[in-house]
């Protein structure tokens, strides 16, 4: 029987680290099939957001050239390329990358008027005591740190009946699933979502069953934005100690460099942060869960960010970055490049006939995905050097060279953002 591979992703740490293993997915790490889903508050949230785009347009890349498609990229192929190899799924099977509470639901209080999914009146004066604010708080601006209300709120939206995110997970087990819980141990969300879909996942599966594996992982504050990190530290402590006392695989991951955010928005479109090394190193562990690898030795602490891979995944990661970078400075100009009086445009007479309509999509979104690759290498390049994490970083991952205008551009062409290496530059050992 095929395994279910399922990673979720709770609150905007969750989603920054889905975003992380799909661009690791995009370099063909992981298993080959990877079921996905996103749980918030706030569906609007720029972090989410972010990475439920992402999710589409690498979906939408696959269909377009993989397949049997016109393009057809033949992953079985004995020399096929590992970009784009894993499929990466929606778990619902309404097509939806991401599941927030219903529209009636504002707040947790008004579970208390709903019928289907009340909360106990008890459990709520032992919460709030003598005061019902945070039982009001709107949860569309998210849940700010309070686990309690994520817990209970979360608790009582999956222990419906038909919650649609337990009914795929129910369904899952059928699958000898795999299920890899992400989120952050600081945030409401993260914290108290994730341990509520915990708490109901495995009693309806009989525990610790043999045909389904549960890992966890909370992440620890691993960004600076000008609040005291002990009290976040503190609320991270009390989190995994109570997801210690679960049935679950729980992943541990430390953060020893904390990233400056220079800006950051506690809920909107503008709660978008960079991404960063530790985002990175959380999805190579997730995904190496869902592969079978459990929590293994290859994951020191200590050691820079490349340590998290096998040395075959390095280089696929390192590969797909050199594939971006062509694609997108080099083959994109010469695609737009202008056909001369006599002759069209050479790269493309290459495909002999060939529909510019039809080809328009699949063009430009490898473009879009390529550029989207190039941008998140950036971002944890500069973070990792925010952190001091460098030279280690730029010696084992990646380094971006100064701009350098593209000698012969196409009309709108890209300028060339950063340098391939010549060959006769790299050590016989690093090459």
Known sequence: MTVRHILIGIGGTGARVIEAALMLSAAGIGPAKVSVLLIDTDSTHGNGQRTHDALLRYHRLRQLWTGNTAHHIDHDAADAPDFARVSVEPLLPSGQWAWTPPPEIVSLGSLAQNAAMPVAHGIMDALFHHSNLEAQRPIQSGLNGQAHVGAALFGALFNDANNPVMRSLREARESRARIMLIGSGFGGTGAGAGMALARTLLPAVGGRAKHMAVGAMLLPPYFDYGV????????????????????????????????????????????????????????????????????????????????????????????????????????????????????????????????????????????????????????????????????????????????????????????????????????????
Not at 262 to 275: D, K, L, T, Y
Not at 312 to 320: C, T
Not at 414 to 426: H, Y
């Open 228 to 431: 005291a990190a002990d009290g976040l530290r503190e609320r991270t402590d009390i989190a995994m100690s109570t997801l210690a006392t679960l049935p679950v695989d729980q992943i541990n991951i430390h953060a020893q460099h904390f990233a400056p955010v220079s800006h950051h928005a506690r809920n909107g479109r503008a709660q978008c942060n960079p991404s960063m090394p530790l985002e990175l190193i959380a999805a190579a562990r997730a995904l190496a869960y869902l592969d079978g690898a459990g929590d293994a030795g290859m994951y020191g602490e200590g050691h820079p960010a490349s340590s998290h891979f096998a040395s075959d995944d390095e280089a696929r990661l390192q590969n797909m970055l050199r594939f971006a970078h062509f694609n997108y400075f080099e083959t994109q100009a010469r695609l737009r490049a202008p056909g001369g009086l006599f002759k069209g445009n050479w790269a493309l007479t290459l495909a002999g006939k060939f529909d510019a309509v039809a080809a328009g999509e699949p063009i430009n979104l490898m473009a879009d995905i390529c550029r989207r690759i190039l941008e998140w290498a950036g971002s944890l390049q500069r973070q990792a050097e925010a952190a001091g994490m460098v030279p280690t970083w730029s010696e084992r991952m990646w380094s971006i060279a100064p701009m350098t205008p593209n000698p012969s551009p196409g009309s709108g062409a890209p300028q060339q953002g950063a340098q391939l290496a010549s060959p006769s530059t790299i050590s016989a050992a690093v090459r």
